[in-house]
């Protein structure tokens, strides 16, 4: 579930990643991430592994 | 968040005072009447001083502010007094403000303690923040946490447009670099797009990390990266300065259109004015033909250039040739290498008959001959490309003609500059400048300004195309170089996601930006033109790049900020921060001090309107002194409609509330 408290935002995010579901998961976990006071480093690469990790699932047909 | 109730003790010209603002009708709309002096401010200082630490309203404490002066403690002086003869070694001070919000119920409280015998702060302040939960148990947070509660719901960078001063709107109007950035952050804060302005900055973060760990797996990607970095970081620069020269120039333009409208106005300097003006534009005109026939002269050099400095070494060849070319002194085409092929043999290669001694003795003396004439030879094969390079028939008159073209634009713009000097001379005479306004007096360094900087952007321009090239091959460079090296592979992998991410994150920061701003505009024309009494007037707002307003005439379409009441511009401002408020959506209070002290008597019940319908949405709360609070207000904002009213009363340096009973 987003955790970006702005909706205009997390409409936005989703309009420009429509065909690209592991961008959009990642865009909106690290914008949603803005929202709290979690340090972003950690998040943020986190996210960019799961996001490989998804990638190349998909690219070798998982 | 809404405040339900304020409570102070001892700050200022409070002793104990509690406000309630309970909602009891449709419109959260409060009432505080006070005379001058009484405490209206200082009850806006108080809610500051408990959220933020600080008084903004007191003067001195505003930028704009001409002077900063002594001023009392902030512990009410009765207090203080009867500390003092009670022994006691400190007086408290302190704020406390309930809020609610859909979240639940908090409470914001700022305590002191002022030393009787030095007057001054014992300790710290204590800041503590008491958050109540729906659904679950109370939070208590104190010092910097309890900053960053205020900061999450109330972010002090945008506490103008919560907290709205009408004696204070060069704080919404003003030009300043720092206004301006103000006022661009606050909407940015509001709108959300600092989030989003934030995740962009923390990706390119990231990838600048990745592309340290390449470098440092590939010592030329080492190389590479440093010059791309920089590159980019130069064409940032350029790129901002640029901007800002732009928005300097619509400035000063929008300025200047303002002062023509005051000095057309007077129909003595009308003409004077428009010549003056239609030579600036020829002005201008001629200064691009020049910047045209500088650049032919540059090409013209660069023709001739070469040319002209070998010329005399050109023109001695060709003579040392010619009088070579006279004397015969030039050898017939002979096959060298059948020469010495034959003497090599002793037999001549044509007939095969082998050459006699003394023959082969001749024959070599000849080669030498030859030989040594080979330089001369040479220079017959060049002799007609000397010819073309001395060819400088046109050079003269050319170079006459380009220079002429100069000397003329230069003295056109030069005998406008004289026509417009006199013209200006006529219009300060005639123009009878006693009470207008600063920006035309200032008309002419606004000009100047504007030239000036219309001159560095081109300079910038043309140099940030040539930065743009050098940083994409350098892109290019660094891409090829990162396709190559195997080792690189995961981290390219990255980089490339991220490129993307931070693509769409910009795209959409672009989209929310442009976005609000139309909105914005929408919002503050529509609400001023509620607000406004003269209908027919002002017919668009425009935000520029950094928010700031802009006013258009309705039917001559100029800017005309500079040229309205402080009434009209008191009512702008406060359109533009009730339209922030509504555009962003963002759920808090509007306290208004003082909201109608420009505005006349019968312009007022049409203001008192506007305002109720849009405390239908949120809580205003509005101090007015009594002159303020007039019939045509009180027929507006009356029990029933209104949730509360206070009166305040002084005397002996306190200040109470006076009943809570609206005495309207």
């Not at chain 2, 390219?492 to 693509?503: G, H, Q, T, V, Y």
């Not at chain 2, 405390?615 to 205003?620: A, C, D, L, P, R």
Request: net charge negative; proline share 2%.
């Amino acid at each position: 579930m987003s955790e970006i408290k702005n909706k205009t935002i997390e409409d936005k995010l989703k309009a420009a990643t429509m065909n690209d579901a592991v961008m959009q998961d990642f865009l909106l976990a690290v914008v949603g991430n803005e929202y709290k006071t979690i340090q972003y480093s950690r998040v943020y690469n986190n996210e960019l592994d799961k996001a490989l990790k998804m990638l190349e699932g998909e690219v070798n047909g998982v | 968040m809404r405040f339900s109730e304020i409570t102070i003790h001892n700050f200022r010209q409070y002793r104990d005072v509690h406000f309630d603002f309970p909602k009891t009708t449709s419109c959260d709309m409060h009432i505080i009447e006070a005379s001058n002096g009484v405490g209206k401010t200082n009850l806006m200082n108080s809610v500051n001083w408990c959220l933020y630490g600080d008084e903004p309203h007191l003067s001195g404490n505003n930028e704009f502010d001409a002077h900063t002066g002594d001023r009392l403690s902030i512990c009410n002086l009765a207090a203080f007094q009867e500390a003092k003869s009670n022994g006691e070694s400190a007086c408290p001070v302190f704020v406390e403000i309930k809020g609610e919000n859909d979240e639940g119920l908090f409470v914001f409280k700022r305590t002191v303690y002022i030393n009787v015998q030095t007057y001054t702060q014992a300790g710290a302040d204590e800041f503590e923040v008491r958050k109540f939960p729906v659904n679950s148990d109370m939070e208590l947070h104190t010092g910097k946490d309890g900053e960053l509660i205020v900061d999450q719901y109330m972010p002090k960078k945008i506490r103008e447009y919560f907290y709205f001063d009408g004696e204070r709107l060069l704080n919404y109007l003003t030009n300043t670099e720092s206004t301006v950035s103000k006022i661009r952050d606050s909407v940015y804060e509001i709108a959300g797009v600092n989030f989003i302005n934030r995740s962009g900055e923390h990706l390119v973060e990231l990838k600048k990390g990745f592309q340290k760990k390449l470098s440092a797996l590939s010592p030329d990607l080492n190389k590479i990266t440093k010059a791309l970095n920089d590159a980019d970081a130069e064409v940032a620069t350029d790129e901002l300065t640029i901007d800002y020269l732009t928005s300097q120039i619509k400035e000063a333009e929008a300025a200047i259109a303002e002062a023509n409208e005051i000095i057309n106005g007077r129909e003595n300097t009308r003409d004077a004015n428009e010549q003056y003006n239609n030579n600036r534009r020829i002005i201008e005109h001629h200064k691009k033909s020049l910047e045209d026939a500088k650049a032919n002269l540059v090409e013209f050099v660069k023709r001739y250039f070469l040319r002209l400095m070998l010329y005399r070494y050109n023109k001695s060849t060709l003579d040392y040739i010619e009088e070579r070319e006279a004397q015969n002194a030039i050898n017939p085409e002979v096959n060298v290498s059948a020469i010495k092929d034959s003497l090599d043999r002793h037999e001549c290669r044509l007939c095969g008959q082998s050459i006699p001694h003394d023959i082969e003795d001749e024959l070599r003396k000849l080669l030498v001959r030859y030989e040594s004439n080979v330089s001369l030879q040479t220079l017959i094969g060049i002799k007609s490309d000397i010819k073309r390079s001395l060819d400088i028939k046109g050079y003269e008159e050319e170079k006459e003609k380009l220079f002429n073209r100069i000397r003329e634009i230069e003295d056109e713009i030069t005998a406008l500059q004289d026509k417009n000097d006199e013209l200006w001379r006529i219009i300060e005479r005639d123009g009878d400048l006693v009470g207008l306004d600063i920006a035309f007096r200032s008309k002419k360094e606004l000009e100047d300004r504007k030239d000036k900087d219309i001159e560095k952007k081109g300079k910038y321009k043309v140099t940030l195309e040539e930065k743009r090239k050098k940083a994409q091959n350098l892109r290019d460079e660094y891409n090829r170089a990162l396709n190559e090296d195997k080792k690189c592979d995961e981290l390219r992998k990255k980089n490339a996601f991220l490129d993307r991410a931070i693509s769409i994150v910009e795209g959409v920061k672009k989209e929310i930006i442009d976005d609000i701003k139309a909105q914005m505009q929408d919002e503050t024309m529509s609400i001023f033109d509620e607000l406004i009494w003269k209908k027919d007037t002002y017919g668009r707002v425009e935000l520029d790049d950094n928010f700031r307003l802009h006013l258009f005439h309705k039917r001559t379409g100029q800017s005309c900020l500079y040229t309205c009441s402080a009434a009209e511009k008191e009512l702008l401002a406060l359109s533009f921060t009730i339209a922030l408020h509504n555009v962003s959506g963002y759920d808090n209070l509007l306290f208004i001090d003082t909201p109608v002290g420009r505005v006349s008597d019968v312009n007022r019940e049409n203001f008192a309107k506007v305002l109720l319908e849009v405390s239908q949405g949120k809580q205003i709360i509005m101090a007015f002194t009594p002159s303020e609070y007039s019939d045509e207000i009180k027929s507006v904002l009356c029990k029933p409609v209104i949730s509360s009213y206070n009166r305040l009363t002084y005397g002996e340096d306190v200040t109470t509330i006076n009943g809570g009973t609206y005495n309207g």
